[in-house]
């Protein structure tokens, strides 16, 4: 019983931790629309200034707390610097497109901290006045832990006053619903945005600060912290200050037992109540569908042309390209270029429901981790031939695709998206923990191609092969009736209905395909490795997926396909001259983001309108 | 028989009873106008209709069948075509495409993955835009139409599946004088040729009373008249809520 | 008070409006008149700061305005009223009233919140209502409502009236004239002559983002072959 009280308090402190960040990235998101994937970043930040500050001011309680105050402050500015020089130039972007700007400062950031902090953990000094311990039913509970746990509601309080009963708070939520209205009503939204900027990044440099007494510090904590705080805000529901304490403080708890009630399965505990929480509740617990606005979070593309002559003599000479290159390259180089058509298809899969469908997803590695899972299990359990493997994997995925597709009929948004992350963490943890079936850690190994397809260059045919019969298929659907029901839904569900269309029927039916495509990627790139591991269906790929899209350009149905080789192919440049290829792809990143807000070939298509002389309209 | 028949139709939001126990019919080959000052429940009503808003109580009849509760996309497949108060069409594609993809919806040919959109239906979908007067701008985006514009491209679809019951909420609102009066009587003639019923809302009086065979006033959700224009033009409760002292239809 | 001096705007290289020249003077109702697509709301957009202005003056008091941002234009006394009337769905009535409401002007007349429902009752009954779940033309009046608490000196209105049932749009005119009495300067853009007519004391015939016509409401009235060619009535 004892136990069971200090636990909960336990789960109490780190709810307001959790909560903290949360509120941070709800505010952001909800006021920007970015998804800000920096900020677990700006925690992490926090935690190492305020360690810096705190070993360098007095060790009185004013050196300790200036130094949390001091770190949460600067993380602030860091946050506005962030929304000033990068955001600010890309706003009008297509959304989701400044995802990646962030993705690009959380590499920068990882290998700043490396060079500065260095990669050993640190351990913080402990809150002087607040070393001790208080009793609690007869066990010894830290008073800085009270201290945590009176927080949390406290900073609730001020956030919710703040935004319901001043006026500011209201100019916020204005702005963030209608732009360029509030700004014709005299509302200075440029200013607006990067006070909430500081804002959120102070409570999650407050956050991270905060853990200094409790934690090691070290260069893991934001990336673990910002897909917890996004499962928090999304739990809560978007937007709801509120909602966002609660499922922090849910999952926090969960935390907390979970450990004891289900040991096996608390890498994906959260992942499971979020995924219960969605599908009951498609709003989070305390959201509130928006009032006409529409929740997808992809703006409407514009409009398909035929492709241009020149877009043609590309495509025939990268044709011509494609055939030649076992002649003209390396062994290593070519090895590249085949994980290049392979993971070609894994974007343009994900790009056909997140461009067309408006659907983003954050989990797409599901798929291509089932697939290759399957078409490993056949070849190495069943002892089946190659063939038996590459069509079993995108059954075995389409088939995921399409129950997942069920489950999520009547989500949108960033909530799908978080579902979708949701999925892939369960298989994730499948993967990883059903260790005879899978292997676990330890993956499968030996799942190589028969003598047929075995040498670099024949492996290399057939990749290209089923990569680009499939890209080019689903290129075609986009311009069939299929690709047009599709973007009907996306455009104007409601009026998609009122033409006949069943918006989540057709929405499952792309799912399915997607995750078929990924499916065969996935067994393409498993007989191509020789072997299949859980990383295969991990977040990072995931997110790999997702910047493959966004930096090709989501309008655009060749964009996935640059997207793809400019990303892997400058991934695997980096990797082999520097060590800090982080630091560098984060610098490259941002740059073709502001080189290129819609995406690269965006870019191209406007050049070619450009030349043409063709109209060129934009949708606003 | 009547296209549309409609029996006690009720609908709260929270606290508001938008609609409160309406019934009415509407003839084939007829024009009905529902007019009634803003927030009186017309938009309400059409969503009921069409299966965007679950009813509180009420039938509703297509055609002697019973189609309440039904989904918004069935009841487009019996024949019930829709433009809205607040237009929305596909800004990712250009104006045929958006009446290409209602056709092939109608074909029931939207699942298939190989032919290309480009080419099916064309000429029929210029030829409702023609209708329209919308021809000459088929191949701009959706998205970039000026408002009066898009309500056009709105109507087109709307008529794209040959309709039964043409439900028109503010259709022509955003136009000037002269093409409200062309569009409504494009569909009036429509609703003679094809016997199609049509039941439309809106505020410009010279267009109502122009073309509307029979008016029903709603009021706070209650129906105060239905009858011809001469008797809801003199009927003085109609005067009072909804037209004022005429001043400015009169002024037109 | 505004003047807008050869002024050309392109949506992307759309060229909408092709050298526009227009003039408003204090106290003064002028409406902008035109078919669909003509470019009336982009007219009154390129002034609000909403749409690029590529050539061309836009002056208000005296200073060209042209190129600077759409709330500086709204704090130096400009409002804005759209024709897709953009409530902020997810704010209440009242909570729309505060993001339009800027301090009083000296030479504007001046606008409370109760002033403002006792001209348009319908909102009084409904202030914790969010914009989302109002009809659409309780939505138009929230719209003209939340411009007006800023207390402009000058309004832009597009297309104010669409959508208002008879007896309200009669109330409208009678709101403009009053508000013209109080010294407030109107521009509107207007499909509807007959309020036009009502309120405004110029007119301007706009046509494929030129000027076709420009003169007094009663010249324009008197004008029937001009009425016919351009406006089609
Ligand atoms: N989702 C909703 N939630 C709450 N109230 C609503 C909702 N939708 C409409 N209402 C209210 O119901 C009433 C009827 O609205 P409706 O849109 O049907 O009016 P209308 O007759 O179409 O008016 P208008 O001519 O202005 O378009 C209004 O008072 C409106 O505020
Ligand atoms: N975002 C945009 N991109 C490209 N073209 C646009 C855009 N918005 C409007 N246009 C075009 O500009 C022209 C003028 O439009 P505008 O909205 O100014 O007309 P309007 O006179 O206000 O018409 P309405 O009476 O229908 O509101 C139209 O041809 C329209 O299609
Ligand atoms: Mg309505
Ligand atoms: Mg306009």
Redesign the pocket.
């Given at each position: 019983m004892e136990f069971v009280a200090v636990q909960f308090l336990n789960g109490l402190a780190s709810a307001s931790s959790l909560f903290l960040v949360a509120s941070g990235l709800s505010i952001i998101f909800g006021v920007t629309r970015i998804v800000n994937f920096a900020h677990g970043s700006f925690y992490m930040l926090g935690a190492y200034m305020a360690w810096t500050l705190a070993t360098r001011l007095s060790a009185g309680p004013l050196g300790f707390w200036g130094a949390i105050i001091g770190a949460a402050l600067a993380v602030g500015v860091l946050g506005a610097a962030l929304e000033v020089t990068i955001l600010r130039r890309i706003y009008r972007a297509p959304e989701m497109f400044q995802l990646l700007a962030t993705f690009g400062v959380v590499l920068v950031v990882e290998d700043l901290a490396l060079l500065i902090w260095g990669p050993a953990d640190l351990l913080g000094p402990r809150a002087p006045g607040l070393r001790g311990a208080v009793d609690i039913f007869g066990q010894r509970f830290p008073e800085y832990e009270l201290l945590l746990i009176a927080i949390g509601p406290l900073v609730l309080v001020l956030l919710w006053l703040l935004f319901y009963r001043t006026r500011w708070g209201t100019l916020v939520r204005a702005a963030t619903e209608d732009r360029e209205m509030a700004a014709a009503l005299g509302v200075d939204q440029r200013r607006l945005f990067t006070a909430v900027f500081f804002l959120g990044s102070v409570l999650a440099g407050l956050g991270g600060a905060l853990q200094l007494p409790r934690e090691t510090i070290n260069l893991n904590m934001g990336f673990a912290t910002v897909v917890e705080a996004f499962v928090v805000v999304v739990v809560g529901g978007l937007g709801s200050v509120p909602g966002a304490y609660l499922a922090a403080f849910l999952i926090a708890e969960l935390h907390a037992f979970g450990i004891l009630v289900f040991p096996k399965i608390t890498l994906v505990l959260i992942f499971l109540v979020m995924a219960v929480v969605l599908i009951v509740r498609p709003h989070g617990l305390l959201g509130r569908p928006f009032v006409g606005l529409p929740a997808s979070v992809v703006s409407p593309a514009a409009v398909l042309r035929p492709s241009s002559p020149a877009a043609r003599w590309v495509g025939a000479i990268g044709f011509v390209a494609l055939l030649a290159a076992p002649f003209a390259l390396g062994d290593y180089a070519l090895t590249v270029a085949t994980e290049i058509a392979i993971l070609v298809l894994f974007a343009a899969s994900l790009h056909f429901i997140m461009g067309p469908g408006g659907m983003v997803s954050f989990g797409h590695a599901a798929y291509f981790g089932l697939g290759a899972y399957a078409a490993a299990l056949v070849a190495s359990r069943l002892a089946a031939p190659m063939v038996a493997g590459l069509f079993v994997a995108p059954v075995v995925a389409g088939l995921a695709g399409a129950a997942f597709g069920w489950f999520s009929g009547r989500l949108s948004g960033v909530y799908l998206a978080m579902l979708t992350l949701a999925f892939a963490q369960i298989c994730w943890s499948v993967a990883f923990q059903w260790a005879e079936l899978t292997g676990g850690d330890n993956g499968i190994l030996g799942v190589w191609p028969p003598a047929w397809a075995a040498p670099a260059a024949a492996y290399y045919y057939l990749a290209v092969a089923l990569s680009l019969s499939a890209v080019l298929l689903l290129r075609r659907a986009i311009r069939a009736p299929f690709g047009y029901a599709l973007r009907a839904g996306r455009d104007a569900p409601l009026r998609a209905e009122a033409i006949g269309i069943d918006v989540a029927a057709t929405r499952r039916i792309a799912f399915a395909v997607a995750a078929g495509s990924a499916g065969l990627a996935g067994g393409l790139f498993a007989f191509f490795k020789g072997s299949v591991f859980p990383t295969y269906l991990s977040i990072p790929r995931s997110v790999d997926g997702l910047l493959m899209v966004l930096l090709g350009g989501v309008n655009s149905v060749s964009g996935p396909v640059i997207g793809a080789i400019v990303y892997t192919g400058l991934g695997e440049q980096l990797v082999r001259f520097t060590d800090y290829w982080r630091l560098a792809m984060g610098v490259a990143i941002i740059a073709l983001v502001l080189a290129f807000p819609e995406g690269i070939a965006g870019f191209a298509a406007r050049l070619a309108d450009r030349r043409r002389g063709a109209p060129a309209e934009d949708a606003r | 028989m009547s296209v549309l028949a409609v029996r006690d139709l009720a609908k709260s939001f929270g606290g508001v009873q938008a609609l409160a126990g309406v019934s009415f019919e509407v003839a084939a080959g007829k024009m009905q106008a529902m007019i009634g000052p803003n927030g009186a429940g017309k938009t309400t009503c059409f969503n009921l209709l069409d299966g965007q808003l679950r009813l509180d109580a009420g039938r509703v009849y297509l055609a002697g069948t019973d189609i309440t509760g039904l989904p918004t996309r069935r009841i487009w497949r019996l024949g019930v075509g829709r433009t809205f108060q607040i237009a929305g069409v596909f800004a990712s594609m250009t104006v045929a495409e958006n009446v290409q993809t209602v056709l092939l919806s109608h074909r029931r040919r939207l699942a298939a993955f190989w032919p290309r959109v480009a080419d099916l239906y064309r000429d029929e979908a210029l030829d409702l835009l023609a209708q329209v007067g919308m021809a000459e701008q088929a191949e701009r985006s959706c998205g970039v139409l000026?408002?009066g514009d898009v309500k056009r491209v709105e109507l087109a679809m709307a008529l794209a599946h040959s309709p039964r019951l043409l439900l028109m909420d503010e259709p022509t609102a955003?136009m000037a004088p002269g093409e409200r009066m062309a569009l409504m009587s494009l569909v009036a003639g429509l609703a003679r040729a094809r016997e199609m019923a049509v039941l439309f809302t809106e505020h410009d009086m010279d267009a109502v009373f122009a073309h509307a065979d029979r008016i029903l006033v709603l009021d706070r959700g209650r129906l105060i008249a239905d009858g011809s224009p001469a008797e809801v033009r003199t009927d003085a409760r109609v005067r009072a809520v909804y037209l004022g002292s005429d001043a400015v239809a009169e002024a037109g | 008070m505004l003047r807008l001096e050869a002024v050309h705007a392109y949506y992307g290289r759309a060229h909408i409006l092709a050298g526009i020249d227009l003039a408003v003077e204090r106290g003064e109702a002028v409406v902008l008149l035109g078919r669909n697509g003509a470019g009336?709301?982009t007219t009154l957009k390129a002034a609000m700061g909403l749409v690029p202005v590529a050539t061309g003056r836009v002056v208000f008091l005296g200073a060209d305005i042209a190129g600077r941002a759409a709330h500086e234009i709204a704090r130096i006394g400009i409002g804005y009223v759209p024709?897709d009337r953009r409530i902020f769905a997810g704010l209440t009535v009242m909570e729309n009233l505060a993001v339009g409401r800027q301090p009083p002007r000296r030479d504007a007349p001046t606008w409370t919140v109760e002033r403002l429902f006792g001209l348009f009752p319908n909102l009084a009954a409904m202030r914790d209502r969010p914009g989302g779940r109002m009809s659409g033309g309780e939505q138009q009046m929230l719209s003209i409502a939340r411009t007006l608490m800023g207390n402009p000196r000058l309004v832009l209105l597009?297309?104010p009236v669409e959508g208002l049932a008879p007896a309200i749009v009669e109330e409208m005119a009678r709101t403009v004239l009053a508000l013209k009495r109080e010294g407030l300067t109107v521009l509107l853009?207007e499909q509807n002559l007959a309020f036009a007519r009502l309120v405004a004391d110029r007119a301007y015939v706009i046509e494929k983002g030129q000027l076709r016509f420009s003169g007094t409401m009663a010249a324009l009235m008197a004008d029937a072959a001009a009425r016919t060619r351009y406006l089609s009535i």
């Open positions: - | 000026a408002y955003g | 009336k709301t024709e597009d297309e853009s």
